[in-house]
């Protein structure tokens, strides 16, 4: 079993800057796949961007150029730095991991999640 606990979420005026971190502790004998989700209210949980192991990147459209995603393998991390922040951007940001434990069974595990309220 994983935990992926959350930080870095907050209020900020349009144009702002946050940084999100998620960092996993548990049973974890390799990490895959990270990356961050978010939902507003209302909406379905959208896709923000992922990174894989060796740190090929996907981006939404919505967030290509304003959104960087990168991860620390050793700390078994991952951030978000979210620049030109929009009112549209205000949800619950989840961050997201894909495992493998000690027999080599893989499995998924979701953060928390942490609230970005992007407001004048």
């Known amino acids: 079993q994983a935990q992926l606990v959350e930080s870095g979420g907050g209020l900020v005026q349009p144009g702002g800057s946050l940084r999100l971190s998620c960092e996993a502790s548990?049973?974890?004998?390799?990490?895959?796949?990270m990356g961050w989700y978010r939902q507003a209210p209302g909406k379905e949980r959208e896709l923000v961007a992922t990174?894989?192991?060796?740190?090929?990147?996907k981006y939404a459209d919505s967030v290509k150029g304003r959104f960087t995603i990168s991860r620390d393998n050793a700390k078994n991390t991952v951030r978000l730095q979210m620049n030109s922040l929009k009112l549209e951007d205000t949800a619950v940001y989840y961050c997201?991991?894909?495992?493998?434990?000690?027999?080599?069974?893989?499995?998924?595990?979701w953060g928390q999640g942490t609230q970005v309220t992007v407001s004048l």
């Open positions: 990174i894989t192991s060796d740190g090929t990147t």
């Open positions: 997201k991991a894909h495992f493998l434990n000690s027999l080599g069974i893989p499995f998924v595990d």
């Open positions: 548990g049973s974890i004998f390799s990490i895959n796949d």
